[in-house]
């Protein structure tokens, strides 16, 4: 699964290595390096699971979403011109991260072992299946 390679090599090394054999890696081969240092460095990059049928996975990918575009921001979702701005903001950042858990982090591992045994249980059975 393409997800596990990127999760197993979250150093992006993995998208430098595809760029060596590349014909364009002769021309922007620098540039793609330092943009995934650059990645790297400052952690611009976030993988989350996310099982579409279930609420709660659903629920934590659109709190992170809304955290990265800086919706949590503006506190009541639209433009303010209150002069207490950055100090709301950077309340709204402080309360938001308190909320990701490390209950919520355990989840999000849990689903991908559930995910990955579901996938290996319903390879053993289509193996049984073609053997009877």
Same mark, same amino acid.
């Given at each position: 699964d393409d997800i596990d390679?990127?999760?197993e090599d979250?150093?992006?090394q993995r998208a430098y290595r595809q760029l060596h054999s590349s014909a364009r890696r002769k021309k922007y081969g620098k540039l793609y390096?330092?943009?995934a240092?650059?990645?790297q460095d400052f952690g611009?990059?976030?993988l989350l699971p996310l099982d579409i049928q279930n609420a709660t996975s659903v629920g934590r990918v659109v709190a992170a979403i809304d955290k990265a575009n800086g919706y949590v921001f503006l506190g #009541?979702? #639209?433009s303010t011109n209150d002069e207490n701005l950055p100090y709301d903001m950077f309340q709204s950042a402080m309360r938001l991260d308190e909320t990701t858990t490390r209950l919520e982090q355990i989840q999000d591992i849990a689903e991908q072992v559930q995910r990955r045994d579901t996938q290996k249980s319903e390879s053993r059975d289509q193996s049984q299946r073609r053997r009877a």
């Open positions: 390679l990127y999760m979250s150093d992006c390096r330092l943009l240092e650059v990645v611009l990059l976030h #009541g979702g #639209g």
